[in-house]
């Protein structure tokens, strides 16, 4: 029991902080309005963009905590912008989001297989012993820290602050926001950037602290378990960060069930199917506050009509 | 000061549906650029070698058959769920599911050993029953998102996306479970089906199978027939352009939502079946690691490129077969030039994801005008 | 207060502006004038231009030609960000709130001067004292949705003057309120002006513009008439002016129509048996509602916008669940049984927004017929297509070919198709929903006076839902004024004083 408690809370707690982060990212961004159907490709890129950087910044300082640091810090950056790229397009130009989440999804697959493949090349050439982030030891609590430091704040931002308020604004009905003389387009492109640093930070933490290495296809469908998360906790960051704690256990725990002659087919496709599952009790659930409904515009084409 | 604003407004008069030939060939040389940029970013890659292996994958049809026809019956699939805006990304499940409808018919239920005897006179009563159920399952796996969909509004393309991965842990553990064959060299896969249940080759054209063809042709027609013929295509063409209207006609739209998801299943199953008894012959492990040639997402693109006109499904099932055959043909004659390890999955990714993006950017010109106005 | 100018400075004009909508040409080179300290009204009838030019200068819409200068330069606005810059604000006649954020929070939305970390909380107190300085007190902290028309109208006032705007656009903003409610606005409005803000007042009603505004310009069919200084008020000629020489034809046609059909003693065709329904967010939108229509009969149900009417018209057709009460169609128990039944029992609709509520853009007029008729299996496509040259023909539509998508049409021409259709197939009730929403003022009178032929020749029982009086006025046998979700008093056409039914509409 005590062993089996040694390794569950490491494991429990390194998959809570990656599927929380990402899982606030994904709030944040449909709390504006935009359908994030790009969650899963730019997961997929962003951890291996970490694996990469971390190379490069290993060769290029020396392997350890400073360059671990910087691929993080950098693949947070990078995603950022790419999720600012997202929710730009879909507000400039009335276009099918639905479409435009697939179609950088499906790009986020193919560059992060190029990406981390360069990568792996570096590494083979240089032979690098890349120390990935150490903080499965000292530095762990500070990720852990930094969770429930993102989930308040988030949280305030979302509810107290007037940028909270213009996401929300523009997640309920963009055009009247515009009306009154707010930039809706700026309004979405920021909560882009902090959803993409959030959700690159979570690409980021899978890659090099969870797996600790890379292949290709890594991360696959991790995405889709964070926006399951974000739906299944009514995208609110409190419910969120409890909610999370569910879908990491079940996710640590069911192979864990292999060894008990659980198959293995059985354990992988589990955490999807439990996704499902939480999105169909979220939805017929009645929910009495207003803060827990779907903003009204999510995924719809924004543009002023002009009519007679 | 210059200040740069794009107006957009929505157009009522004007249709520019005519131009839709010219959007396609536009979105596909758009996305071909940008998607070499987007390499050449990474791998500096030379333009002459990107653009003359495109070429020859065109040049070279004939590879360019099979997957065209896959990506038409899939295409269709998808194309006549999106008349209903039920956006079926789960064809790949779907296709899958009709492969394991068809293997389980011809090896290893009881029909099979009586239908699949030693003279053969009813092998093609087995081929029709494996084609049927691999439809049949391929429908039950699109209902469920249909009802989802219908009944609590639970929109269809997470959930899809997720049951396509449930799919291929199913085929894995049938596979490496209880269908696991016996003589299999060490790998894990299942037997061969057994020879007479195969599809027919049709003689001087060793890719194409009779069966496949006419399945294609009866599909396309059926669709067609169903959309702009039938009562129900009426009702689907309603939901997908505005479902309010739908109800407020006195039908239900709950209904259609899930006639449509198990239509477009069926035909996704179907061509799953038709796979796995003309080509593949067998189910192999780890099935979700491109051996279903990922035809049921790239067909996802088919579906967007001739969008809601079925017309267009054939030109984009052969583009998009261009396209993927082209990542392929990259892997392999750009060896040298490439970091190893980049994969043609990953070309083929972003191709399929550029040019959709391109197309469904520059396909709201239909719709809306877009004007830049430059104020000094 | 140093940042508006001493009266008579000219603050915007406005030159040349030409708007065209498809098929439609909205303004027609109109120029215009307004100054510091004064409230400006741009009166017009509905589709004389009059929103389409406060859009232009709020920056929603691009003009096609003309410009604009502000305190004598030409500037560009691109969109409302722009105009808000120069001190321009527009408020519409339905409130720029999100129905979901809080009062507080849809005024710090707006506030320039906050940046993005502002707290909510840092901006209560300003917002608290504005609504005591205009003198109506409104919980900061609720929502929007829970507050009253009149209430989101001083949300948005407090908006302005916090943003300490230059020149306020009011579209039709006091058109529904009650005398002595309204005289509150204008006092607001005055007080702006006194502070040397300039109000830009739009309006459809004469008697309004004079009373409240120092100028008025009148506009006919995208043109300017005339501006009027204060001296040459005088409501008549302003009326003609307004209308042209159509207006002696509207006031006869008033007078055509004041013969009453009697139709008591019979059994109700529709009834709603205390019916309350929820809105999207749960909360009810309709509250006990008790309505019967007779055979023949037209009944009216006006309110100001937002009133629930157009939960009612859904309740009515099927496309809104009833969570309490009972609804029968000539004694059929419909409740809740979907349009399928309602439909089926002979209650046809005509909306004020026939391409969200009633026909696919996308589709054929043949199509479009199709979907108001059932079928097994094909489509009968030939008779399809002989009835739909007839109604084409009949109710002179302008359509190419039966096989044109309806979204090609011009917006009067899919309402004239949208009418046809259910006119042809409504067998014993219609429910009518803000028809002048998207039909011109001439094809209202035509409609309304078809109508009451068609309840009386055909027994057609007609609910007739609208934000205008006078259009209710005009056609109905009986009215019932809706407010807040509740029906809160039922007149006979003889029995009703106008003053009355204003001051309920806004209760």
Do not use: C
């Amino acid at each position: 029991m005590k062993e089996l408690l040694e390794w569950l809370i490491p494991t429990l707690a390194s998959a809570y902080a990656v599927y929380t982060f990402t899982a606030i990212g994904s709030t944040i961004v449909e709390r504006s309005g935009i359908l994030n159907l790009a969650i899963d490709g730019l997961f997929v890129l962003s951890s291996s963009l970490a694996y990469t950087y971390a190379i490069y910044f290993s060769i290029a300082l020396q392997p350890g905590t400073l360059a671990t640091f910087l691929s993080v810090v950098f693949t947070a950056i990078t995603t950022a912008l790419l999720y600012s790229a997202y929710t730009t397009l879909n507000t400039v130009l009335p276009v099918s989001q639905g479409a435009v989440g697939l179609s950088f999804m499906f790009v986020g697959y193919g560059l992060g297989a190029i990406v981390g493949n360069l990568g792996r090349v570096s590494f083979s050439l240089y032979r690098v012993r890349v120390e990935y982030i150490g903080v499965a030891q000292s530095g762990a609590i500070f990720v852990y820290l930094l969770v429930v430091l993102v989930v308040a704040v988030v949280h305030l931002v979302l509810y107290k602050l007037k940028l909270g308020v213009l996401v929300r604004a523009v997640g309920e009905d963009p055009r009247l926001v515009g009306q009154t003389g707010i930039s809706v387009v700026r309004a979405r492109f920021l909560s882009g950037l902090v959803s993409g640093m959030l959700i690159g930070l979570g690409g980021a933490l899978f890659t090099l602290w969870r797996v600790g290495g890379w292949s290709q296809g890594q991360g696959l469908n991790h995405g889709w378990l964070g926006y399951a998360i974000s739906i299944a906790g009514w995208r609110y960051p409190p419910l969120i960060a409890i909610v999370s704690v569910f879908f990491s256990l079940a996710y640590v725990l069911l192979p864990y069930l292999q060894s008990a002659g659980l198959p293995v087919e059985v354990s992988t496709s589990a955490p999807y199917a439990i996704s499902i599952a939480a999105m169909v009790v979220v939805s017929i659930t009645h929910r009495k506050s207003v803060t827990l409904l779907d903003p009204k515009s999510l995924g719809r084409a924004f543009f002023i009509e002009e009519q007679a | 000061m210059v200040k740069i604003s794009l107006v957009v407004t929505k157009r009522y008069k004007k249709s520019v549906s005519t131009s839709t030939p010219a959007i396609l060939s536009l979105s596909l040389l758009l996305g071909l650029v940008i998607s070499y940029v987007l390499i050449w970013f990474f791998t500096k890659l030379d333009p002459a070698s990107f653009f003359s292996t495109f070429y020859s994958t065109l040049a070279s049809y004939a590879g360019l058959l099979e997957p065209l026809l896959f990506l038409s019956l899939l295409g269709t699939a998808i194309s006549v769920a999106f008349y209903g805006s039920f956006w079926n990304v789960g064809a790949e499940g779907q296709y899958v599911l009709g492969m394991l409808g068809a293997i389980y018919l011809v090896m290893f239920s009881p029909a099979s050993s009586m239908l699949l005897g030693s003279d053969g006179t009813t092998a093609g009563v087995a081929k029709l029953l494996a084609v049927a159920l691999g439809g049949f399952l391929g429908s039950l796996w699109s209902l469920l998102p249909g009802v989802l969909k219908a009944y609590t509004k639970i929109g269809e393309v997470p959930v899809m996306l997720l049951m396509n991965y449930i799919a291929y842990s199913i085929s894995d553990y049938l596979t490496a479970g209880p269908w696991k064959g016996r003589y299999t060299y060490g790998y894990i896969r299942t037997d061969l089906i057994p020879e007479s249940s195969k599809l027919t080759v049709i003689p001087g054209f060793e890719i194409l199978r009779y069966e496949v063809v006419a399945a294609v042709a009866i599909v396309f027609i059926g669709a067609y027939l169903l959309i702009e013929r039938t009562w129900l295509g009426l009702e689907i063409k309603v939901l997908g352009s505005n479902p309010v209207a739908l109800r407020s006609s006195g039908r239900d739209e709950k209904k259609t939502i899930v006639l449509v998801s198990a239509i477009s299943g069926f035909i996704a199953g179907l061509a799953g079946a038709l796979r796995l008894l003309g080509y593949d012959y067998r189910l192999a492990y780890n099935i979700g690691d491109g051996k279903t040639g990922f035809y049921g997402y790239t067909a996802i693109l088919v579906a967007w490129l001739s969008f809601r006109d079925l017309k267009l499904v054939l030109p984009s099932a052969l583009i998009v077969s261009a396209l993927s055959s082209f990542g392929y043909r990259m892997q392999m004659s750009l060896k040298g030039l490439l970091p190893p390890g980049v994969s043609a999955f990953a070309f083929s990714q972003i191709f399929i994801g550029v040019t959709l993006a391109v197309y469904t950017v520059i396909r709201i010109t239909k719709e809306y005008s877009v004007k830049l106005v430059v104020a000094r | 207060m140093s940042m508006f100018f001493p009266p008579g400075r000219l603050i915007l004009r406005v030159v040349g502006l030409t708007k065209r909508f498809p098929g439609v040409l909205a303004l027609d080179r109109v120029s215009l004038e307004l100054y510091s300290s004064e409230i400006h009204s741009i009166l017009g009838e509905n589709g004389s231009g009059k929103s389409t030019l406060a859009k232009i200068i709020a920056g929603i819409y691009t003009p096609d030609e003309g410009y604009i200068e502000i305190l004598g330069k030409s500037v560009k606005l691109l969109n409302p960000i722009d105009a808000v810059s120069y001190g321009i604000y527009y408020i519409p006649q339905t409130p720029n709130l999100i129905e979901r954020l809080t009062v507080v929070e849809n005024v710090l939305m707006v506030m320039r001067s906050y940046g993005v970390f502002a707290r909510t909380s840092s901006i209560r107190d300003l917002v608290v004292e504005e609504f005591r300085r205009i003198g109506s007190p409104v919980d900061p902290e609720a929502r929007v949705s829970e507050l009253s028309y009149t209430q989101r109208q001083v949300v948005e006032l407090v908006r302005a003057s916090l943003l300490r705007v230059r020149v306020l656009l009011v579209d039709e903003v006091t058109t529904y309120l009650p005398t002595s409610i309204r005289e509150r606005f204008y006092g607001y409005l005055r007080k702006m002006k006194s502070e040397g803000r300039t109000v830009l007042l739009i309006t459809h009603k004469v008697s309004e513009a004079v009373d409240v505004a120092d100028r008025v310009t009148v506009l006919r069919s995208g043109r300017v008439v005339r501006t009027l200084e204060r001296a040459e008020f005088d409501v008549d000629y302003v009326r003609r002016l307004m209308f042209g020489e159509d207006y002696s034809a509207s006031e006869l046609l008033k007078n055509a129509l004041s013969s009453i059909s009697i139709t008591e003693n019979r059994r109700a065709v529709v009834k709603l048996d205390r019916v309350w329904t929820a809105s999207e967010n749960g909360g009810p939108v309709l509250k006990d509602v008790e309505l019967s229509v007779k055979p023949g009969e037209v009944l009216g149900i006006v309110g100001i916008s937002g009133s629930g009417q157009r939960e009612l018209a859904e309740v009515l057709v099927g496309l809104r669940p009833v969570k309490s009460g009972r609804y029968y169609v000539d004694g059929l128990d419909v409740t809740n049984r979907g349009p399928e039944v309602i439909r089926a029992a002979g209650v046809g609709f005509i909306s004020e927004a026939p391409l969200y509520y009633n026909l696919s853009g996308d589709l054929s007029l043949v199509e479009n017929l199709a979907l108001a008729i059932r079928g097994r299996l094909f489509l009968p496509l030939k008779l399809l297509t002989s009835k739909t040259r007839e109604l084409i023909e009949k109710y002179g539509i302008a359509a190419a070919s039966p096989k044109t998508p309806v979204k090609v049409l011009s917006g009067g021409n899919v309402m004239r198709f949208a009418i046809a259709r259910e006119l042809e197939f409504a067998k014993k009730v219609l429910v009518v929903l803000n028809p002048s929403r998207s039909l011109d003022e001439r094809f209202v009178s035509s409609f309304t006076s078809a109508i009451r032929k068609l309840s009386q020749s055909s027994n057609l029982s007609v609910i007739y839902i609208s934000e205008s009086l006078d259009e209710v006025l005009r056609v109905s046998d009986s009215i019932a004024v809706i407010s807040g979700g509740r029906i809160v008093g039922t007149f006979t056409r003889e029995s009703v004083e106008r003053e009355v039914l204003e001051k309920l509409m806004v209760m």
